[in-house]
């Protein structure tokens, strides 16, 4: 079964702290695709990155990095130097050879100055 | 561009009433995807369409009925509203059969059902 699990349903933070949100995922395919989006407090779903089974090199864009670990089926989004604006909920998602997205809960992120 | 679109942004139905949400893009996305965002839950897929004509349940598709006769709608229809369809809606589009392509969200619908 395909399964996306973020075990943190809430984080708070102050400002300029580094902060990791995590994601566990299951599959049984051999290519599939995770994904992170954002929904702000304004409701819409951003999208901030996907990376697909076979590249497991680290990403980083700005302040954020993200670190795929097929050994251990994560997928982890880190803010470095976090902002009153990162506040948010964010959703790890995966995506499978049917094309379908699996969601996980999602993680509140507040940011506190 | 505008994206993807939803009509309406909100609205209140009583039980037993029908409704339609109209979801629109203007990517020539073929695929297209109808959620539902719940408290602690997450979004889970109601229906999706991999194209004009073709429509598919997902996860939660009881209580919903879909329609795709133009590649750049789909609708949503709840035919005898209950409370326990008091969610916000999100439509979706991607790119056709690519599942590297990331799936591009409207701004959400909420409705609820009392």
């Known amino acids: 079964a395909q399964k996306v699990t973020q075990a943190q349903t809430e984080i708070s933070v102050v400002e300029k702290e580094d902060v990791t949100l995590d994601c566990v995922y299951e599959t049984r395919d051999t290519t599939y695709y995770l994904f992170w989006y954002k929904q702000p407090p304004s409701g819409e779903l951003v999208f901030l990155i996907r990376r697909n089974s076979f590249d497991e090199q680290n990403e980083i864009s700005g302040r954020y990095s993200w670190n795929f670990q097929k050994s251990t089926s994560s997928f982890n989004f880190t803010i470095t130097a976090s902002q009153v604006v990162d506040s948010a909920v964010y959703f790890c998602a995966l995506r499978d050879a049917t094309n379908k997205l699996i969601f996980g809960t999602g993680t509140l992120l507040a940011v506190q100055p | 561009n505008a994206g993807v679109t939803q009509t309406p942004k909100f609205r209140v139905l009583k039980t037993g009433q029908s409704m339609t949400l109209l979801c629109a893009q203007d990517m020539n996305h073929e695929y297209m995807y109808w959620y539902r965002q719940d408290p602690g839950m997450g979004l889970r897929l109601i229906h999706y369409?991999?194209?004009?004509?073709?429509?598919a349940k997902g996860e939660v598709p009881d209580g919903y009925n879909v329609s795709r006769l133009k590649k750049q709608n789909f609708l949503l229809g709840l035919e005898s509203a209950a409370p326990s369809q008091t969610s916000v809606y999100f439509c979706?589009?991607?790119?056709?059969?690519?599942?590297?392509?990331?799936?591009?969200f409207g701004p959400g619908t909420r409705l609820t059902v009392t």
């Open positions: 979706a589009s991607s790119y056709p059969g690519q599942s590297s392509y990331e799936q591009y």
């Open positions: 369409s991999v194209g004009e004509g073709t429509t």
